[in-house]
C-alpha cells in the first residue's frame, strides 16, 4: 500500500478498508507516513465523511497504537465525557459521586480548547493536584478511591494525541467521524463497561444546532456498539453557561458546592441525570428512579464530598476550599427586562483574554480569574440587579465593565426559559 494512493482514495469519497485505515495510523505512529499526509487525510475525512465500519477501524487502530488500563476490581467500570461547554464543571463531581455507588471511574480528561475550559486545568487550579500521572499510579488510585481525572499519558491511544495535535493546527477538528474516533479511543483504552455522554447543543458548544448534535451523538452509540461499549447521550443546552461559574479555581468552588449539597439546580440536577445513566447501564435491574435516588442521598449526605476530597489527596492536592479568586466586579443590569441571550462567545473570550485560557498550546493559565452569571434565560432582572461579576486584578476592572453590560441581552417582554436536557438518547 501506499500512503498517496490511500489518500486520492480518501479525497475523492471512497470508503477505505479495515487494512489501508490500520496501515495509515501504524506508518503515521512509525513514521512511514508523515505528518503532512495525515494532515492531508484528515482533511479528506473532514471534507468528505466517513462510513460507520471506516469510523470503528480509525478508532481500533488508535487504540492499538497504545496500551489498555488493566482492571484493578470486580466493581463495574464507567466514565463520562462531555463535547464541552462554558462552565462545565459536572466531571468534578460525577467521578466521585459515581465511585460511591461501587462503581470505578477512571476518567481520562482533556485541557481547555477554543473558548471551551477543561478539566485538567480546572483541576490544577488545586494545589499541587498531579493530572499527569503513570499507568501504575493511577491504578493504584483506581483501587484506594475508585475514581481519579487524569490526562491521557503516552500510553494510551497516542494516536489520536498525535493526529489530535495536527486536527488543532489544519482546520479539522470539527468532523463527526475524527470526534467519535477520537472520543472512544481513549475511551475503549480505558476498558469501560458503559460510557455516559453529554453533548452540549448552542451557542456554547461545538455542535451549534440539535441537528448536528443529534448526527454526533448517533455516531458515538453506533461506534460504541460496534466496540461492544454500551453508550447512552443527553442533548444538553449550551446557548447560556452551565451554572454561575466559568473559570478556573471558581469552577472547582462551584463544584464543591454541588458536592456540599448547595449550588446551582442545573449543575446538580445534569450531574445526577448522567451518574443515573450510568449507574442504570453497569447495574442490572437498576432502576432509574432507584438510581437518581441513590446518587441524590450520596449528594445530600456528604459521602460524595468526602469521595472527592479522597480522590484530590491521592492525586498530590490539598482540599483547600473555596479555592481563592481575583478581586470581584459587579455588573449591574442597566434597565428593567426579561433575560432573552447570554452571549457565550463574549464571556468566553473574555475568561481567554484575563488569562483563564489559552491562545497558544504555552500559555499559563491564571486559575484565580473568571466569571460569575447570577441570572438565565427567562429570568426577570430589575435595573440595578447584578447581572455578572468579573474575578480578576483591579487593575483591568475599567477594561471589562462596559462591554460585559452587553453580555447580557434584555427583552421588555417575557422569555420562556431554555430546557437544560433536550433529548437522550441511547
Known sequence: MLPATLLAKKRDGQALSDAEIHYLVDGFCSGKVADY???????????????????????????RSGDKLPRCSDRPRVDKHSTGGLGDKVSLILAPLLATCDVDVPMISGRGLGLTGGTLDKLESIAGFQTQLSMDESTKILRKTGAFIIGAGPDIAPADQRLYALRDVTGTVESVALITASILSKKLAARLDALVMDVKVGAGGF??????????????????????????????????????AIGNSIE??????????????????????????????????????????????????????????????????????????????????PVDGWVEKIDCELLGQTVVELGGGRRQKQDRIDPSVGLQVHCRVGQRVRRGTPILSVHCDKRQH???????????KLSDQSVKSVPLIIEHMS
Open 37 to 63: 499526509q495525515m494532515a492531508a487525510f484528515a482533511m479528506a475525512i473532514c471534507i468528505n465523511g466517513m462510513q460507520s465500519g471506516e469510523v470503528s477501524a480509525l478508532t481500533e487502530a488508535m487504540v
Open 207 to 244: 455542535m451549534k444546532t440539535l441537528d448536528q448534535a443529534r448526527i454526533l451523538a448517533d455516531s458515538l452509540v453506533r461506534v460504541g456498539a460496534e466496540s461492544d461499549l454500551p453508550i447512552s447521550v443527553i442533548l444538553s443546552d449550551m446557548d447560556q453557561p452551565l451554572g454561575a
Open 252 to 333: 472547582v468552588n462551584e463544584a464543591v458546592d454541588v458536592l456540599q449539597g448547595i449550588g446551582p439546580p442545573e449543575v446538580r440536577e445534569l450531574t445526577i441525570q448522567l451518574a443515573a445513566n450510568g449507574l442504570v447501564a453497569c447495574h442490572e435491574g437498576m432502576s432509574r428512579e432507584d438510581a437518581i435516588k441513590k446518587l441524590t442521598s450520596n449528594l445530600d449526605s456528604g459521602i460524595a464530598m468526602e469521595r472527592f476530597e479522597r480522590m484530590v489527596v491521592a492525586q498530590g492536592g490539598r482540599p483547600d476550599f473555596p479555592r481563592p479568586i481575583g478581586s470581584e466586579l459587579m455588573i449591574e443590569s
Open 398 to 408: 475599567d477594561d471589562y465593565k462596559t462591554p460585559l453590560q452587553n453580555a447580557v
